[in-house]
Structures are given as structure tokens and as C-alpha cells.
């Protein structure tokens, strides 16, 4: 037996490629129909990440670019589950995060954000998923930014994730925002996702019980990644 193939994807959870409020879109966008692509063996099966390329600090933003000090700004956890559409865990897959700092800026040559550089801060980190599909992060939480889309335009407080799924050709990048925050309506980002549920599951939730007294505050965010289907038999794609 061989893994099957995975569940097409639901074009309707997704953003159109052009919309006119996202101005960035517009020239980036195709003007043609998107393509489905036939599943084939590099797509549902390895290679993968090893725990060998790991360090120690990989997933804790707190130490893993500290030069003498900590960094500023509210210390958080993010963790929780990667899952797939049968809600079975996704173990041992990479996982990897970047943000900006508590002041809304990145450590990039590109942002000239007037918001200050963080010298103990670098903004980004990795684990991998254990058998439950668990992951794990410690940070400092991010905060808005300014940027080029119109007048007044900010981006609210976000995490960037990517997870490799079962191999390195099943990568999904997605962002994490944080509940509560009143600019999440407002983004223009944001309003190009045509399901408010859709929304809502881009949305980490408060989580004191993770929460460490007199430490820091924590944030739940499960990933969904496509399930596959049935069992493969005799090389047919399409499942028993």
C-alpha cells in the first residue's frame, strides 16, 4: 500500500488571487484560471525535515537571538495542534514562524519602519510537530504596523507560520492573529477572505490555562491541513 492522495482543495475558503483593495494584488495576480494539478508520488510523500537540524533554542524567540538581554514586549507561548481534515495529528513536520517585534518591525534591510530595532529580538523560529501534532513557541507578542495600501492602512499584530505537511512540496503559509484585536476587521489583507468562518480560524485564542503565572500569557492556534483520502490500493490515486 501506498499514502493516498489528498482531498482537493476548497477554492471558496480562499482569497481571490486580484482584489482591488489588497493593492499589492493587483499586479501580482494572474488573470487567468487557476489550474488543479494530478497528485503524484513527490507531492504525497517525503522528503521531510530531521530532528538532527534542530537547536536547542530553534523554538524559543525569547533566547535564540539574545546578545545579553531579553527582548521588550509582552512575552507569550504559541502552541497547538497540527491536524489534518480528518483530525488526525500530523506528526514529526516542520513548523516555522517569523514576526515582527513588540514594535511592529522586522529584522529585514526592506523595513524602514520607524519603530525600533530590538538588539536581543531576530523574529523567527522552528520546531517540529511531536506524535500528538503538538508544537510549541515562545515569544514576545508582535505589534502593528504601518504599510503602503492607502492612507492610514495597518497591518494588526500577526505571526507568520509555515508548515511542511507530510513533505518539503506541501508547503502552507498562513499568518496568526490574536483575539481581540480590533484591527483585524479592519485589514485589508483580512477582507480579501470571503468566509467570515475562514476568518475566525485565523484567529489565535487566549489561553490562560497554558498562560504561566507571573511569566507570560498564552495564545492557542491549531493548523488544518488537507486530509488524505481513503487508502491507496494497486497505484490507483483515486483510493479504494
Excluded at 523567527?124 to 492612507?151: I, Q
Excluded at 491549531?222 to 479504494?240: A, C, H, P, Y
Amino acid at each position: 500500500m501506498k499514502p493516498a492522495e489528498f482531498y482537493m482543495r476548497d477554492r471558496a475558503l480562499q482569497p481571490p488571487a486580484h482584489h482591488p483593495g489588497y493593492k499589492t494584488s493587483v499586479p501580482r495576480s494572474p488573470r487567468q484560471a487557476l489550474l488543479t494539478l494530478q497528485q503524484t508520488l513527490s507531492e504525497i510523500t517525503g522528503p521531510t525535515f530531521g530532528h538532527g537540524d534542530l537547536g536547542a533554542l530553534d523554538n524559543d524567540l525569547t533566547l535564540n537571538f539574545a546578545h545579553g538581554g531579553l527582548p521588550v514586549g509582552e512575552r507569550i507561548i504559541v502552541h497547538g495542534h497540527v491536524l489534518d481534515e480528518n483530525a488526525r495529528p500530523v506528526p514529526n513536520t516542520l513548523v516555522e514562524v517569523w514576526q515582527a517585534n513588540a514594535s511592529g518591525r522586522y529584522r529585514h534591510k526592506k523595513d524602514v519602519y520607524l519603530g525600533a530595532l530590538d538588539p536581543n529580538f531576530g523574529g523567527c523560529g522552528r520546531c517540529l510537530t511531536d506524535a500528538e501534532g503538538y508544537y510549541f513557541f515562545r515569544t514576545v507578542k508582535p505589534g502593528p504596523y504601518p504599510w503602503l495600501n492607502y492612507v492610514n492602512s495597518w497591518r494588526p499584530a500577526h505571526i507568520h507560520l509555515s508548515v511542511f505537511g507530510t513533505s518539503f512540496s506541501q508547503r502552507l503559509i498562513t499568518q496568526m492573529y490574536f483575539e481581540g484585536d480590533p484591527l483585524i476587521p479592519k485589514c485589508p489583507i483580512v477582507q480579501t477572505i470571503p468566509d467570515p468562518q475562514a476568518v475566525q480560524r485565523l484567529i489565535a485564542c487566549l489561553d490562560l490555562n497554558t498562560a504561566v503565572p507571573m511569566d507570560c500569557l498564552a495564545y492557542k492556534f491549531d493548523i488544518v491541513l488537507r486530509g488524505r483520502r481513503s487508502t491507496l490500493f494497486e497505484n490507483k490515486l483515486e483510493g479504494n
